[in-house]
C-alpha cells in the first residue's frame, strides 16, 4: 500500500513587475509540441483501465504527454520548467495551448474550455491485491492533488479557474467537486503559506464507488482582448502535481515515503547553459552543483547521493560521491539544497577538446534513500547534457515567456565574454509566435564591444521575426556581408524599426539578468527581469556549416530495463531499435552506487543479477564499434 503526500509550505518568492519600457508576454507556440518535434516522441500504448493505487507525480514520463497508462488525454503540458518550488520533479500544466502547442482555435477573451486531463476508467469497485475484494465507502477513500496557479508564466485572472470533475458510471454523468477561481501566486502565497497547495476529497457516494469510475482536470482560460495582438499569446497557467487516489486514507494522509529531486539537472559550466568548443578551458567548469531535494515524508531519512558523468560517444567516464547524510522532513524544514561535501564540488577536468567541431556530455545525478523504502524511484534521477558547439547560451532552450521593449528605436544588448579572440557569423533567436502578424515589425541586428561608451561594431539591413518548425525554433541570421573579428567582451542585440514587441523567448528557469542591457531614452539600463533571453551568438570559422543541436542529443543512447526496480533474478533489457542487430559489438558492465565495476559481460538481452543485492546500480552499455557509451539506472529491492 502506498502511504503519500505532502504539505509544501514556502521558500522564495518569484514575481515580476510590467513597466513601459520592457515587459514579459505568455508563448503562442510550445515548440517542444509541434508536429515535428513529436514524430520523436514515442507514445505508451494506452492501457484501458486502471486499479487502485492511482499516483501520478509526472516525474517518470520521458514525454511531454502524460502517461497513456494512467490519462485518456493529452492536452496538458508535462515539464520541470513552469512551476516554481514544486513538490517533485515534474508537474502538469494546463494553458491554453493545444497538443500541437498552439492556441486553442476556439480560444476567447471570455472563459472558455481549455486543457482537460481524464483519468483511464478505474476499478473503483474492487481491490486486486491477493484475491479480489469488494471496495465500500467503509474503506476510507481519498483523492488528493496538489496544485499552483501562474508559477513561472501568467497568472489566471479571477473570471478563470480550474476545475476538477468526478464521473459517475452509475449515471452517466460528470458532477462539478472542486474549484479554483484564477490568482497571482503571490496572491497564493499569501492566502495559503504555500507554493503548492494540498487538496483532500473523501469519496463516501457510492455512485462513485464503481468500475468504470473516472476523474478529470480542466481549466477556463481567456486570451487577451483583439485589440492587443502581440499580448494574445499563451496565458492562464495551473501546475497540477501529485495525484493520489486510494483506500484506507484518512484527511491526515498528507506525506510520503519519497525523497525527491525538485528541480532539473545544473550545468556543470559557472557563466553559460551551453558555450562554443573553441572556447571552453577548465576555469569555466563550476564549483558548485546545487539540486533542491525534499523528504516528502513525516520523518529523517538518511541517503546516498552520486553524480556521473559520461562523455557522448567518447570513453571518459567520471563518479563522484556525495557521501551519506540525513534528510529531515519538508513539512517541517522545507527542501534541501543538495551540494557534495568535497570542495570543489567539480573536482574533475573534461578530456581535451582540441580540434574537436562539437562533443557533449551526459552528467547523471542519483540519490538513493538507506532509511526506508523510496516508493517513487524515477524522481531520483535527473541528468543534464552539456553540450560544446559553436554557440554561446544562456537559457535551456525552452521559453516560459515572451521579451519586449515599447518604443521605436528601442535598443536591446546582451552581454558576452571570451577567453580568446574569435570570429563572430551571425546570431540566433527564438521568436515566440502571436495572433499578430510579423509583416509589420522590423529590426536591426546590432553587435556593440562596449556600451558605456556605446561602440557599435556592426548594424545589419533591417531583419524581420521569422518563425520556424525546426527542431530548435532558432532563427540563425547570417552576417552574409561580413564576418567580425572579437575578442574580450562583446555584445549582440537588436534595434527596434517600429514600436511593434518582438516577443523574443525569454527562460524563466536561468537568469542572465546581469548580462541583458536596454535603451529606450537614450541610457542604457540593466533588465528588471529574471531570466535569459533566448539569444545564442554563432562563433568559430566554420560558422557557416551551423550544425543544429537537437532538443535531447543522448535520445538514441537510452536502453530500457524491466522490471526496474526488480527483485527478480532477470532483468531484461531492450535496445534501441537501431542498436538491434549490432548487440554482437556491445559489452555490459555493472557499478554499484560508489562507481565500483561489479562485473562485466557480453551483451545479454536477459541479465542474471542474482548476485546483486538490494541498492541502487548503473548499468552500461560500451559499444565496441562506434565507442558509444549508454548508461542507465538499476534498482534492486529483494
Known amino acids: 500500500m502506498i502511504k503519500k503526500l505532502i504539505i509544501p509550505v514556502v521558500l522564495v518568492v518569484i514575481s515580476c513587475t510590467l ?85 486553442y482555435p476556439n480560444a476567447t477573451t471570455t472563459p472558455f474550455i481549455s486543457d482537460v486531463l481524464t483519468s483511464l476508467p478505474i476499478r473503483l469497485d474492487s481491490l486486486f491485491n491477493g484475491t479480489p475484494t469488494a471496495i465500500t465507502a467503509a474503506d476510507s477513500i481519498y483523492f488528493s492533488f496538489y496544485y499552483q496557479p501562474q508559477g513561472n508564466a501568467d497568472a489566471p485572472e479571477t473570471d478563470d479557474s480550474l476545475v476538477l470533475e468526478f464521473y459517475s458510471p452509475h449515471l452517466d454523468e460528470w458532477n462539478t467537486i472542486w474549484a479554483s477561481q484564477g490568482m497571482k501566486l503571490d496572491t497564493f502565497l499569501t ?14 457516494d457510492t455512485t462513485y464507488i464503481q468500475k468504470g469510475f473516472k476523474f478529470r482536470f480542466k481549466n477556463y482560460a481567456s486570451i487577451a482582448p483583439f485589440s492587443m495582438p502581440s499580448w494574445q499569446s499563451n496565458a492562464d497557467q495551473w501546475n497540477v502535481d501529485y495525484v493520489y487516489l486510494n483506500t484506507e486514507r484518512s484527511k491526515n494522509d498528507t506525506v510520503f515515503a519519497d525523497v525527491t529531486f525538485v528541480d532539473k539537472a545544473p550545468a556543470i559550466l559557472k557563466n553559460y547553459q551551453q558555450m562554443p568548443i573553441r572556447q571552453f578551458n577548465d576555469s569555466e567548469l563550476t564549483d558548485t552543483l546545487h539540486l533542491k531535494i525534499s523528504n516528502l515524508n513525516n520523518v529523517l531519512d538518511n541517503i546516498s547521493c552520486q553524480y556521473v558523468v559520461n562523455e557522448i560517444g567518447g570513453a571518459f567516464t567520471y563518479t563522484k560521491s556525495g557521501g551519506v547524510w540525513d534528510i529531515l522532513p519538508f513539512i517541517t524544514n522545507g527542501y534541501h539544497n543538495y551540494q557534495l561535501h568535497t570542495s570543489p564540488v567539480v573536482d574533475f577536468s573534461l578530456p581535451s577538446l582540441a580540434g574537436m567541431e562539437k562533443t557533449a556530455f551526459s552528467i547523471t545525478h542519483m540519490l538513493s534513500s538507506n532509511g526506508w523504502t523510496d516508493e517513487i524511484l524515477l524522481n531520483d534521477t535527473v541528468r543534464y547534457i552539456q553540450e560544446f558547439n559553436n554557440y554561446f547560451a544562456y537559457d535551456d532552450g525552452s521559453a516560459e515567456n515572451g521579451y519586449g521593449l515599447s518604443g521605436e528605436n528601442s535598443k536591446l544588448a546582451y552581454k558576452f565574454n571570451l577567453n580568446q579572440p574569435d570570429t563572430l557569423g551571425g546570431v540566433q533567436i527564438y521568436f515566440n509566435q502571436t495572433y499578430s502578424s510579423t509583416a509589420s515589425k522590423y529590426f536591426n541586428l546590432m553587435v556593440w564591444s562596449s556600451l558605456n561608451p556605446e561602440t557599435l561594431v556592426y548594424k545589419s539591413p533591417q531583419k524581420q521575426p521569422v518563425i520556424t518548425d525546426s527542431i530548435n525554433e532558432y532563427c540563425t541570421y547570417v552576417f552574409s556581408d561580413t564576418t567580425l573579428l572579437i575578442e574580450g567582451t562583446f555584445y549582440v542585440g537588436w534595434q527596434q524599426v517600429t514600436d511593434n514587441n518582438l516577443n523574443v523567448g525569454f527562460d524563466r528557469n536561468n537568469n542572465a539578468k546581469t548580462n541583458m542591457f536596454y535603451n529606450v531614452g537614450g541610457s542604457w539600463v540593466n533588465s528588471s527581469f529574471n531570466g535569459a533571453l ?51 559489438q556491445l559489452t555490459i558492465e555493472v557499478f554499484d552506487f560508489l562507481g565500483r565495476n561489479i562485473f562485466n559481460v557480453p551483451f545479454t538481452r536477459q541479465l542474471n543479477v542474482s548476485d546483486l543485492v538490494k541498492g541502487v546500480y548503473m548499468i552500461r552499455l560500451s559499444d565496441n564499434n562506434t565507442k558509444k557509451v549508454f548508461t542507465e539506472k538499476l534498482v534492486i529491492t529483494r
Not at 509540441?33 to 493505487?53: D, G, M, R, S, Y
Not at 509526472?58 to 494512467?70: A, C, H, M, N, R
Not at 568559430?540 to 535531447?552: A, I, P, T
Open 191 to 204: 492566502k495559503y503559506n504555500t507554493y503548492f497547495k494540498q487538496v483532500m476529497i473523501p469519496i463516501t
Open 19 to 103: 513597466n513601459a519600457q520592457e515587459y514579459l508576454t505568455g508563448i503562442y507556440i510550445n515548440s517542444k509540441l509541434l508536429p515535428k518535434n513529436l514524430e520523436q516522441i514515442n507514445v505508451i500504448k494506452q492501457a484501458t483501465e486502471a486499479k487502485l493505487p492511482f499516483v501520478d507525480d509526472f516525474s517518470g514520463v520521458k514525454s511531454v504527454f502524460p502517461s497513456d497508462t494512467l490519462w485518456e488525454d493529452r492536452d496538458v503540458f508535462i515539464n520541470s520548467g513552469y512551476s516554481i518550488n514544486p513538490p517533485s520533479l515534474g508537474v502538469a500544466t494546463f494553458d491554453v495551448l493545444n497538443d500541437t502547442g498552439a492556441v
Open 534 to 584: 533566448m539569444i545564442r551568438p554563432l562563433l568559430g570559422k566554420k560558422w557557416q556549416q551551423y550544425l543544429s543541436v537537437h532538443e535531447n542529443p543522448e535520445k538514441d543512447l537510452h536502453f530500457s530495463i524491466y522490471p526496474n526496480p526488480a527483485s527478480t533474478r532477470i532483468v531484461n533489457i531492450t535496445l534501441p531499435s537501431d542498436y538491434s542487430d549490432n548487440s554482437g
